[in-house]
């Protein structure tokens, strides 16, 4: 089975989905993120999920564009803004999460958001393991 998950720049919410996933699933599942404007992977994004002991930190920004292969799920991450589309015959899924690198106030506020938006997406993938019967052993 292969995931996709997409958000706009590919350096927060799609990042740590892609971590929680790969942590969740294990080998069962392959899964990917990229953006339709991939920039680089903020910082935050790898201390809030350090924090839960998901190491991120040498995962890359890639555009969708560059996703090749046959993809099951394709799970955005967008709220706000408009999401990157994906071509494929994948099923789609959307959860809405504010883009946490948009809060322009002091930086524990800055990380606070990023362990919010980090807490959502895993509670999501958990509960979508559960329906796939994927966190059986």
Not at 32 to 52: D, R, Y
Request: glycine share 4%; charged share 25%; proline share 5%.
């Amino acid at each position: 089975m292969e995931i996709l998950f997409l958000c706009v720049a590919n350096s927060a919410r799609s990042q740590m989905a892609e971590g929680i996933a790969r942590s969740i699933f294990k080998n069962k599942v392959n899964v990917q993120s990229a953006g339709s404007k991939p920039s680089t992977v903020n910082p935050l994004a790898i201390m809030a999920l350090q924090e839960i002991g998901i190491d991120i930190s040498n995962q890359k920004s890639k555009s969708v564009e560059t996703i090749k292969g046959k993809i099951d799920y394709v799970i955005t991450l967008c709220a706000e803004e408009v999401c990157p589309v994906f071509l494929g015959a994948a099923k789609k899924i959307h959860w809405p999460f504010p883009d946490p690198a948009d809060v322009n106030e002091n930086s524990e506020a800055k990380l606070n958001s990023f362990r919010e938006v980090r807490d959502g997406i895993k509670k999501k993938i958990t509960e979508f393991a559960n329906q796939l019967n994927l966190l059986q052993p």
